[in-house]
């Protein structure tokens, strides 16, 4: 999918966050990358093999304290 030079990370590779973004759309939360991974503004992922990433956001606030 990636015509990059040097190519992008894989969709399987630990980096895959660090490709190009060929659709952004902000107002919905999501951006597809030219390895196929749509990520999602909580840091979630959908892998083009259809398994998913759950977030992993830090904990903040109350949320950490508890």
Do not use: K
Request: net charge negative; hydrophobic share 35%; charged share 20%.
């Amino acid at each position: 999918m990636c015509a990059h030079n040097p190519p992008c990370p894989t969709a399987q590779d630990p980096g895959r966050e660090a490709t190009h973004s060929l659709v952004y759309r902000p107002e919905q939360g999501w951006s597809l990358l030219c390895n196929g991974v749509l990520l999602f503004e909580d840091t979630g992922e959908l892998l083009p093999d259809g398994s998913i990433v759950a977030p992993r956001r830090p904990l903040t606030g109350a949320r950490a304290a508890a």
